[in-house]
């Protein structure tokens, strides 16, 4: 039985019309086979035009219909349900873009008229093969799961909590706070950072919706949006958190010392330890890897020092499994590592990064605040250099953006704590592109003693001499007492293995790739997983909780309690009969949404995860993959028409 085939051309006003004869344009789709209907209207998404559009598909009993008119991303939602309202599988709907495609891009009239006609041709060439396509909707777990408890994911897990959902907060480290706990004040205006952040951090400990699990790391990630299942290692603190005031009484009794990370390995730690003082929760670990006991020695001696029992050699890791409908990654930043570089002599007595640096500042830090060097004293120079390791080919081409701004910062610290102090800030431009950057270096910048323009930092040369330390650079040379590095923020080691399990793209410097960089900067090409914060690039601290906020609010809209999901319709199915077990989809589809059944030897889709993109489709060499709404003959019909 034929088709009955309506065919409705829009003027958009004076968009199309001027350029495109839309008069001969129905009269050329009136004379095509199986066309029972043509309409022309001035705007036919106005409420009079979709009126008289489902008015006609009813009264003429029309099977199928073309709209010629502007964008499918514009109004492509808009027709679709106009045939719905007139009874009609929306999925049997095919638009011909003549406003942006034609009208927009070809002066000449005739010319548009033509090329309009070629399209209009193959859309009702290609309407004819499409087929009634059904939505679904499957239930969604209400709770999620936020990895990294820094800045971001502290922000991102108080920011979902808010709304009465239980939040998993994932942190590998024993303790809280990420980087910024580490920092004593923060530009641009100076702000204590432990003071602003102990709120937020204590919020997360006493919230009854925030589970938090510390000394901890993702070990799984099964699963789709709304139905994600996350395996939780739980490592052993060998602690009883029950027990345990945190009073610090096991740690002189440990004879193990090590260098201390926290610290940036400018001081020692014991086996058994809290990061700093003030750490929260406030609860030692006991380092495994360095323990005696763990050795195959018998030392007790930090369970005879506790009071209260609280030290539980018995302890075990514990697999957690997490049921949740979104997962936020908030995994943070490292800094590069500076001894690849030939030139600045990273790791010398005095020559520090900027971390080590904001340890010494800090009065939790190794020297309890007192800026001192090496040799005990405080530096009466100290050389900041800009860019060590970033904006060079050779180590990171990119700019991190923040490092200007701290390290005036942190050269204001030093003048603070040492009056007289000679500062110089070794450069090749000022980069401050945040709020208050600016009016910071118009206030601090006269506390400089000089401010030394080069143009390739990373061409200076660092090497100690008979006692200062010297930095030749094109054009002259200085000695400072101390040398203060400015690396590249990278992210995490590790940030490939996180990246495979929640199914991220990484960009080539290892950041993770939101789904895009300008409209949707804290999603991700994979439904249901968000970041947040220097995971997905450098950022300063407001910027990683915006991002943390936009993370949580996108997760939060996303899964509503109560509400089914509704799936992508036009997605891929694989023929069972004509797949090879070839495997050649799997690593293609950018959504994860394709998996290979051992047991049938088959690709399989998840039409939860699938996009519709087609690039399985495409790639199929025995044509077993196959896209619902954009089939081998549709396809076929559509070049057929715009060659006719």
Same mark, same amino acid.
């Given at each position: 039985?034929?088709?009955?085939?309506?065919?409705?051309?829009?003027?958009?006003? *004076?968009?199309?019309?001027?350029?495109?004869? /839309?008069?001969?344009?129905?009269?050329?789709?009136?004379?095509?086979?199986?066309?029972?209907?043509?309409?022309?209207?001035?705007?036919?998404?106005?409420?009079?035009?979709?009126?008289?559009?489902?008015?006609?598909?009813?009264?003429?009993?029309?099977?199928?219909?073309?709209?010629?008119?502007?964008?499918?991303?514009?109004?492509?939602?808009?027709?679709?349900?106009?045939?719905?309202?007139?009874?009609?599988?929306?999925?049997?709907?095919?638009?011909?873009?003549?406003?942006?495609?034609? @009208?927009?891009?070809?002066?000449?009239?005739?010319?548009?008229?033509?090329?309009?006609?070629?399209?209009?041709?193959?859309?009702?060439?290609?309407?004819?093969?499409?087929?009634?396509?059904?939505?679904?909707?499957?239930?969604?777990?209400?709770?999620?799961?936020?990895?990294?408890?820094?800045?971001?994911?502290?922000?991102?897990?108080?920011?979902?909590?808010?709304?009465?959902?239980?939040?998993?907060?994932?942190?590998?480290?024993?303790?809280?706070?990420?980087?910024?706990?580490?920092?004593?004040?923060?530009?641009?205006?100076?702000?204590?950072?432990?003071?602003?952040?102990?709120?937020?951090?204590?919020?997360?400990?006493?919230?009854?919706?925030?589970?938090?699990?510390?000394?901890?790391?993702?070990?799984?990630?099964?699963?789709?949006?709304?139905?994600?299942?996350?395996?939780?290692?739980?490592? !052993?603190?060998?602690?009883? @958190?029950? #027990?345990?005031?945190?009073?610090?009484?096991?740690?002189?009794?440990?004879?193990?010392? &090590?260098?201390?990370?926290?610290?940036?390995?400018?001081?020692?730690?014991?086996?058994?330890?809290?990061?700093?003082?003030?750490?929260?929760? *406030?609860?030692?670990?006991?380092?495994?890897?360095?323990?005696?006991?763990?050795?195959?020695?018998?030392?007790?001696?930090?369970?005879?020092?506790?009071?209260?029992?609280?030290?539980?050699? @018995?302890?075990?890791?514990?697999?957690? /499994?997490?049921?949740?409908? $979104?997962? &936020?990654?908030? /995994?943070?930043?490292?800094?590069?590592?500076?001894?690849?570089?030939?030139?600045?002599?990273?790791?010398?007595?005095?020559?520090?990064?900027?971390?080590?640096?904001?340890?010494?500042?800090?009065?939790?830090?190794?020297?309890?605040?007192?800026?001192?060097?090496?040799?005990?004293?405080?530096? $009466?120079?100290?050389?900041?250099?800009?860019?060590?390791?970033?904006?060079?080919?050779?180590?990171?081409?990119?700019?991190?953006?923040?490092?200007?701004?701290?390290?005036?910062?942190? $050269?204001?610290?030093?003048?603070?704590?040492?009056?007289?102090? #000679?500062?110089?800030?070794?450069?090749?431009?000022?980069?401050?592109?945040?709020?208050?950057?600016?009016?910071?270096?118009?206030?601090?910048?006269?506390?400089?003693?000089?401010?030394?323009?080069?143009?390739?930092?990373?061409?200076?040369?660092?090497?100690?001499?008979?006692?200062?330390?010297?930095?030749?650079? #094109?054009?002259?040379?200085?000695?400072?007492?101390? +040398?203060?590095?400015?690396?590249?923020?990278?992210?995490?080691?590790?940030?490939?293995?996180? @990246?495979?399990? +929640?199914?991220?793209?990484?960009?080539?410097?290892?950041?993770?790739?939101?789904?895009?960089?300008?409209?949707?900067?804290?999603?991700?090409?994979? #439904?249901?997983?968000?970041?947040?914060?220097?995971?997905?690039?450098?950022?300063?601290? !407001?910027?990683?909780?915006?991002?943390?906020?936009? $993370?949580?609010?996108?997760?939060?809209?996303?899964?509503?309690?109560?509400?089914?999901?509704?799936?992508?319709?036009?997605?891929?199915? +694989?023929?069972?009969?004509?797949?090879?077990?070839?495997? &050649?989809?799997?690593?293609?589809?950018?959504?994860?949404?394709?998996?290979?059944?051992?047991?049938?030897?088959?690709?399989?889709?998840?039409?939860?995860?699938?996009?519709?993109?087609?690039?399985?489709?495409?790639?199929?060499?025995?044509?077993?993959?196959?896209?619902?709404?954009?089939?081998?003959?549709?396809?076929?019909?559509?070049?057929?028409?715009?060659?006719?």
């Amino acid at each position: 039985m034929p088709e009955k085939i309506g065919v409705f051309v829009c003027d958009c006003g *004076n968009n199309i019309s001027d350029t495109v004869d /839309t008069k001969a344009l129905a009269g050329f789709a009136g004379g095509q086979p199986d066309v029972v209907e043509v309409r022309l209207h001035r705007l036919w998404c106005s409420e009079e035009g979709r009126e008289e559009m489902k008015k006609a598909i009813k009264e003429k009993g029309i099977t199928r219909a073309v709209v010629a008119a502007c964008s499918p991303k514009q109004h492509e939602k808009t027709f679709q349900k106009v045939l719905s309202d007139a009874g009609l599988n929306p999925y049997l709907l095919a638009m011909v873009n003549i406003r942006e495609q034609v @009208a927009w891009v070809t002066k000449d009239k005739t010319l548009a008229t033509k090329k309009a006609q070629s399209q209009l041709n193959s859309a009702i060439k290609r309407v004819r093969w499409q087929k009634p396509l059904e939505k679904t909707e499957i239930e969604c777990k209400k709770d999620f799961v936020v990895i990294g408890a820094g800045i971001a994911g502290i922000s991102a897990a108080l920011t979902l909590a808010q709304k009465n959902r239980n939040v998993y907060l994932v942190e590998r480290e024993g303790w809280i706070g990420g980087r910024v706990v580490a920092y004593e004040d923060v530009f641009p205006n100076l702000d204590c950072a432990p003071c602003m952040l102990e709120p937020k951090m204590d919020e997360v400990l006493h919230n009854e919706r925030i589970t938090l699990c510390a000394n901890s790391e993702v070990e799984n990630v099964k699963g789709f949006f709304g139905n994600f299942e996350v395996q939780i290692n739980k490592k !052993a603190r060998f602690i009883d @958190a029950e #027990k345990c005031i945190g009073c610090g009484a096991c740690y002189d009794a440990c004879p193990v010392k &090590v260098k201390n990370k926290f610290n940036g390995n400018l001081s020692e730690r014991h086996a058994v330890y809290s990061a700093f003082p003030g750490v929260l929760p *406030n609860l030692p670990l006991i380092d495994k890897e360095n323990c005696l006991r763990f050795k195959n020695q018998e030392c007790t001696k930090c369970q005879e020092a506790c009071p209260f029992g609280a030290v539980d050699y @018995a302890q075990k890791d514990e697999i957690i /499994t997490v049921q949740a409908g $979104a997962i &936020v990654a908030a /995994t943070g930043f490292d800094l590069y590592d500076l001894s690849k570089h030939d030139n600045f002599s990273a790791g010398l007595p005095d020559v520090v990064d900027a971390y080590q640096f904001e340890r010494l500042l800090s009065s939790t830090g190794p020297t309890e605040g007192k800026l001192l060097s090496s040799n005990g004293k405080p530096p $009466a120079s100290i050389a900041f250099v800009h860019c060590s390791g970033s904006r060079d080919k050779k180590h990171k081409e990119y700019c991190s953006g923040v490092c200007c701004a701290y390290s005036l910062k942190l $050269a204001h610290l030093a003048a603070k704590k040492i009056p007289g102090i #000679k500062v110089f800030e070794i450069i090749s431009d000022w980069c401050l592109p945040g709020r208050g950057y600016q009016e910071f270096y118009n206030k601090h910048s006269g506390e400089l003693s000089k401010i030394i323009r080069v143009e390739d930092v990373n061409s200076i040369k660092i090497a100690r001499g008979d006692g200062d330390i010297k930095v030749d650079y #094109k054009g002259g040379s200085i000695s400072a007492e101390m +040398i203060v590095l400015a690396p590249a923020m990278v992210p995490k080691g590790d940030a490939s293995k996180l @990246a495979a399990l +929640i199914g991220v793209n990484l960009d080539k410097d290892g950041f993770q790739i939101p789904e895009h960089e300008k409209i949707s900067p804290a999603s991700t090409t994979t #439904k249901g997983i968000y970041i947040a914060g220097c995971s997905s690039g450098p950022k300063d601290i !407001a910027q990683s909780v915006l991002q943390a906020q936009a $993370a949580a609010g996108s997760a939060l809209s996303a899964i509503v309690p109560g509400e089914k999901i509704e799936l992508e319709v036009a997605t891929v199915v +694989i023929d069972e009969k004509l797949c090879g077990g070839c495997r &050649v989809c799997v690593p293609l589809c950018p959504y994860q949404a394709i998996s290979f059944d051992e047991q049938k030897k088959v690709a399989v889709v998840n039409e939860v995860l699938c996009k519709g993109c087609g690039v399985c489709a495409s790639a199929c060499p025995s044509g077993a993959a196959r896209n619902k709404h954009y089939t081998v003959e549709e396809i076929f019909a559509e070049i057929e028409g715009a060659l006719s």
